[in-house]
């Protein structure tokens, strides 16, 4: 769960550095990029975790 918050937080922080760009350029994209991949990981952590969770219980 902390992960996940983390997460979130690092992207919002990361939107909200890019909204405050008027263009968009290489490094812009690249974080962006970073920023989905890590999101996406994060999800993927999630979902393990909970699965791992309803097969102990």
């Known amino acids: 769960m902390f992960k996940r918050l983390?997460?979130?937080g690092f992207a919002a922080a990361v939107l909200?550095?890019?909204a405050a760009?008027?263009?968009e350029g290489p490094a812009e994209r690249a974080g962006a990029k970073i920023d989905?991949?890590?999101e996406s990981a994060g999800?993927?952590?999630e979902e393990a975790g909970d699965e791992i969770?309803?097969?102990t219980q």
């Open 6 to 8: 983390m997460t979130l």
């Open 16 to 18: 909200a550095l890019l």
């Open 21 to 23: 760009c008027d263009h």
């Open 36 to 38: 989905n991949a890590v």
């Open 43 to 45: 999800d993927k952590l």
């Open 53 to 55: 969770k309803e097969k």
